[in-house]
């Protein structure tokens, strides 16, 4: 084989192999709220949620963010989010006692802290590019989902797809979609707005997110999956074991 046939086997080979490590990537957005229908192994709910000291109601959160962000690995303007979700939450729901932390969890599990598939987050919190899942067709141990925005949110007017960095279907975000950072839009690509969302979900029906069962059952109703579960746990309490105080 000559020395152009030989280049050109190569870049073939580069284009074959890029194809399959996007799949790969898209393969691991099927999470989501409401995606999954069954947990696949239960959860020990004995474990108390990871124990974080609340924000105070007057912290600098891009301050804060930008001391935590080394530390706990997650990028300054995605943490920020986070910490503005908690306190946001907090005004909503004192009850429900929500950490940043949790929210990290989630995050984490879901895109990387939006960063899969080489996402970025720019100063303006959006994902870019944006971050679509796979449809949801019912395999790979999801639920099929038919198309419920027209294709609005995710690009797919047949089936429905998890979008954000928070992966929220697109009939979730109907009911939780939020507007974290005051534009006016609820944007699931925006991360203020996507971990604001994630707040909501997980407080819904009045649960405590600093009670040991009503964490469990608010991690579930994201996605009821126990691995997926104590994965949020792992997370959550790796942030608030490295996070500076």
């Known amino acids: 084989m000559d020395g152009v046939a030989v280049r050109v086997v190569l870049s073939m080979l ?43 109601a007057d912290t600098d959160v891009v301050a804060w963010s930008r001391d935590a962000a080394g530390d706990t690995r997650i990028p300054q303007r ?3 989010a986070y910490a503005t979700a908690e306190l946001r939450q907090r005004e909503r729901a004192p009850e429900c006692r929500l950490s940043w932390s949790t929210l990290a969890g989630i995050g984490r599990g879901e895109s990387r802290h939006a960063r899969i598939g080489g996402a970025t987050t720019g100063p303006d919190g959006r994902a870019d590019p944006p971050i679509v899942g796979i449809a949801l067709d019912g395999t790979d141990g999801t639920r099929r989902i038919a198309d419920t925005d027209g294709g609005r949110l995710d690009g797919d007017p047949v089936l429905d797809c998890a979008v954000g960095p928070m992966q929220f279907l697109p009939e979730t975000w109907a009911r939780y979609g939020a507007d974290g950072d005051g534009d006016g839009v609820a944007d699931p690509q925006q991360v203020d707005d996507a971990a604001l969302a994630a707040a909501g979900l997980l407080c819904a029906g009045g649960r405590d997110a600093g009670d040991g069962d009503d964490w469990w059952d608010g991690v579930l109703a994201y996605n009821a999956s126990g691995s ?18």
């Open 14 to 56: 580069g284009v074959l192999f890029a194809g399959v490590l996007v799949l790969v990537v898209l393969a691991t957005l099927v999470a989501g709220p409401g995606s999954r229908t069954s947990p696949s192994d239960p959860v020990d709910r004995d474990a108390p949620p990871p124990a974080v000291a609340p924000l105070g």
């Open 78 to 80: 995605t943490l920020q």
């Open 228 to 245: 997926y579960a104590r994965d949020v746990w792992s997370a959550a309490d790796y942030g608030r074991r490295t996070a500076r105080s």
